[in-house]
């Protein structure tokens, strides 16, 4: 199984301040990799796919770069519905999600 | 609209099974893989596994091999993810979650969720 290793746990931020997530993978996931956002009481909802691939209706404002093994997630200007638990996927093999990073407002 | 819309709320006693539905609407039901997915109170997302609604071909994480069965009614556009031997660890909201098909992979992203289904697990 591919181990995924997401980090920071918890950040906290400001609205209008760019956020970024790192999410490891234990080998290369050729760039098969997704962002979720989830809020309290509801289902995770997609952000990005294939490490860079916007899902419609996502703001512009949520970006993802990354390739072998290593994957970002930038919020640009954070608002305040962005404060949410964000979690990366591999979905290379058997899928498998990271620990979750935890947006919250400084 | 597309959605998945899954069965309600339930509790269990130790030992027993549970079967959780997932109705799919406003897309071809066929066309696209069904993933589980569960969430134990505060904990993060484990993928349980997927089904192919049109040949009922399924996969499960090793951790659940034994234990769980993914079935489908295609006349009602309905998935079915029966966990049996139930343990207080089991205890979470289940989701099922549509795969979104992009490039040649095995393994989608999912991008259609059901609203979730809580089961509790308690003697």
């Known amino acids: 199984d591919i181990q995924m290793t997401q980090s920071p746990s918890s950040l906290s931020a400001s609205v209008g301040d760019r956020v970024t997530i790192t999410c490891r993978a234990s080998?290369?996931?050729?760039?098969?990799l997704a962002w979720y956002q989830q809020k309290p009481g509801k289902a995770p909802k997609l952000l990005l796919y294939?490490?860079?691939r916007l899902e419609s209706g996502v703001p512009s404002r949520f970006s993802g770069s990354g390739s072998g093994t290593d994957y970002t997630l930038t919020i640009n200007s954070l608002q305040p519905e962005d404060f949410a638990t964000y979690y990366c996927?591999?979905?290379?093999?058997?899928?498998?999600f990271g620990q979750g990073t935890k947006v919250e407002i400084k | 609209q597309v959605q998945l819309v899954q069965s309600g709320a339930e509790v269990k006693k130790p030992g027993a099974s549970v079967k959780v539905s997932c109705k799919a609407s406003?897309?071809?039901?066929?066309?696209?893989?069904i993933n589980w997915v569960r969430q134990a109170t505060g904990q993060g997302l484990e993928w349980m596994g997927w089904?192919?609604?049109?040949?009922?071909?399924?996969g499960y994480a090793q951790k659940f091999q034994g234990r769980v069965t993914m079935t489908r009614n295609t006349s009602i556009s309905t998935t079915y993810m029966e966990l049996s031997s139930l343990r207080s660890e089991d205890t979470a909201v289940y989701y099922c979650?549509?795969?979104?098909?992009?490039?040649?992979?095995?393994?989608?992203?999912?991008?259609?969720w059901g609203q979730g289904t809580m089961v509790t697990v308690s003697s």
């Open positions: 979650a549509r795969g979104k098909p992009y490039g040649s992979g095995s393994y989608d992203a999912f991008d259609i």
């Open positions: 406003g897309y071809t039901f066929t066309s696209y893989d």
């Open positions: 089904m192919n609604p049109n040949s009922g071909n399924t």
């Open positions: 080998q290369g996931i050729s760039n098969s």
């Open positions: 294939a490490a860079s």
């Open positions: 996927q591999q979905y290379y093999s058997t899928p498998r």
